[in-house]
């Protein structure tokens, strides 16, 4: 095990809608994961897996029914758990940005958690600043900008940059990239990675894109039916064809690629799944250097 410190985990646990009404609907049935000081786990899983679910037990939105839930040594399951404190040190950035915008200018909206904390002038000022380098936004520009006129990609920004105000431990995304540009989506997918590899910071996402989980994943949770059914790193989850198919887990392209040519006959080295990686097998089959080559 790694000698860092645990920061979430997650035991057997249980989730029900609208329990004991018509509309009852279980959600999360014997969920497991966990994650490590630093790490950076992806959640992937068909709508309806309960990936959304899970990741709203980590701040406190959803307390635990049945089952564990423990936040950086915090037992979520107590009755007193202080919610201020927990929120704090995990941040949660929803799907739609709207949802967490609250203010009418970019540098309020971003002040608006520090302060509701309590924290002193100074040292707000000082967390929006730092925030908004981080994600982009040039502070002397952006701040007294109206937040109803930014586009997509800017309101994902302000909406990243309004929790990271805070110095969560924790960061937690949902659908980080949706809807956004390609330009916007790669800009995003790198500040991710900087604050995940440079500023330690742990980090849990769900999506549908598996080229961002295996950009950015150092752990991969599939999830179906309201549980975890298997996890691994990116290469042992997209190289694995036969749980690929049990579980219809979609692969990045450049797996999809791989396994192309794979099927025509080429020595190829499935496990090449990064884009420079999966660049070089595909230069080498155009070459013809690799043994056993042939062309259709």
């Given amino acids: 095990m790694p000698n860092r410190n645990m920061m979430i985990e997650v035991e057997n646990l249980s989730h029900t809608y609208m329990k004991g009404t018509p509309m009852e609907h279980v959600a999360l049935k014997g969920a497991g994961m966990y994650a490590y000081e630093g790490d950076c ?3 992937i899983g068909h709508t309806g897996s309960g990936k959304s679910t899970l990741i709203q037990h980590f701040n406190g939105l959803i307390r635990p029914e049945t089952g564990k ?3 950086d040594g915090e037992d979520l399951s107590k009755k007193k758990l202080d919610l201020k404190a927990l929120r704090r040190k995990v941040g949660l950035v929803f799907q739609n940005p709207e949802d967490q915008i609250f203010e009418k200018l970019i540098g309020d909206d971003i002040a608006y958690g520090p302060f509701k904390l309590g924290l002193p002038v100074k040292e707000v000022r ?3 600043k730092w925030a908004m380098d981080v994600v982009g936004l040039d502070f002397s520009r ?3 900008r109206q937040t109803f006129a930014l586009s997509g ?3 994902r920004k302000v909406a990243l940059a309004g929790i990271l105000a805070l110095k969560p431990k924790i960061l937690v995304l949902d659908e980080p990239t949706a809807g956004l540009d390609p330009r916007s989506r790669n800009e995003l997918l790198d500040k991710i ?5 440079e500023e330690k910071l742990t980090v849990v996402f769900v999506s549908h894109n598996m080229e961002e989980v295996a950009y950015l994943a150092d752990r991969v949770y599939v999830m179906a039916d309201g549980t975890d059914v298997l996890n691994g790193t990116p290469k042992e989850i997209f190289t694995d064809k036969e749980k690929l198919k049990r579980y219809q887990i979609g692969t990045p392209e450049t797996v999809q690629v791989l396994y192309r040519l794979t099927n025509l ?3 190829v080295n499935t496990a090449a799944f990064t884009i420079n990686e999966a660049s070089n097998e595909i230069i080498k089959v155009l070459a013809g250097k ?3 080559t042939r062309y259709v």
Avoid: H, R
Wanted: aromatic share 8%.
């Fill in 290 to 292: 690799e043994e056993g």
């Fill in 41 to 43: 786990i992806a959640i």
């Fill in 142 to 144: 952006m701040k007294d």
């Fill in 69 to 71: 839930v423990i936040i």
């Fill in 265 to 267: 006959g080429f020595n």
């Fill in 153 to 155: 990609g800017q309101k």
């Fill in 193 to 197: 990675k900087f604050l995940n590899k």
């Fill in 126 to 128: 000082e967390s929006v």
